[in-house]
């Protein structure tokens, strides 16, 4: 059961422009959800979160949205820079009966900014 | 500051052996742990998590067993490997009271 799903594998954006990263999840008890940024064979970088009880955190060029009604979050990078260029995860935490949070995780989506 | 040290980064092992990759945690006390693995092309699966010395919470029956015989030290073991224990092992840390979590730098597996 994939409770958060990346359902775009790859993204090509021009540099200086948007790129919209989108993220699905089904349990409406995650209580935070996060971005990562991942190169290969090393691990990965958080990025930026947002709790459950807002829709909108910035920082710098990065913003995320929730849209609880539509169990969807995205990442938003403005300007596109060409170091953006790496996988991606969307994560959700939840609280377990082992008396913290687990963080699920999404299958990524690649991202390549062209210069 | 603290910072998280995984080791080794990269592991070549044959099908039937033991495994042991450690996690260690520097900077901070209580840490929740957490390991996780990538498949080939593949997201994160959880598999193993920690709130304290000896408790160990497993997210998917699998040949992986983990341990977390001090406060800041985590270990991923296996009997006997298998072809499918191949991956990319992720150590990963919390504060209790943050919700971020941050990884080590990984080990890259590959069962033969």
């Known amino acids: 059961d994939q409770q958060v799903k990346q359902n775009s594998p790859s993204l090509s954006v021009q540099e200086g422009r948007i790129s919209i990263l989108n993220c699905d999840y089904t349990n409406s008890m995650f209580d935070y959800f996060l971005w990562y940024k991942k190169y290969p064979a090393e691990g990965p970088t958080f990025l930026i979160s947002i709790s459950s009880i807002k829709d909108k955190n910035e920082d710098g060029r990065f913003t995320v949205f929730l849209n609880k009604s539509a169990k969807h979050l995205s990442l938003h990078i403005v300007p596109s820079q060409p170091g953006d260029s790496a996988v991606y995860f969307c994560?959700?935490?939840?609280?377990?009966?082992?008396?913290?949070?687990?963080?699920?995780f999404g299958t990524g989506t690649r991202l390549k900014v062209l210069a | 500051s603290q910072t998280i040290h995984q080791w080794p980064a990269t592991l070549v092992q044959p099908v039937g052996s033991p495994l042991s990759l450690e996690c260690t945690v520097e900077g901070t006390s209580n840490p929740n742990l957490y390991w996780y693995r990538q498949a080939a092309g593949r997201g994160l699966q959880l598999l193993f998590y920690s709130v304290g010395i000896g408790q160990i919470s497993s997210e998917v029956p699998q040949n992986l067993s983990a341990s977390r015989p001090q406060d800041r030290q985590f270990i991923l073991s296996s009997k006997k490997l298998l072809l499918s224990d191949s991956g990319f092992y992720l150590c990963?840390?919390?504060?209790?009271?943050?919700?971020?979590?941050?990884f080590g730098s990984g080990t890259q597996l590959s069962v033969l």
């Open positions: 990963a840390w919390r504060q209790a009271t943050n919700e971020k979590l941050f």
């Open positions: 994560a959700a935490s939840l609280y377990s009966t082992s008396g913290t949070y687990k963080y699920i």
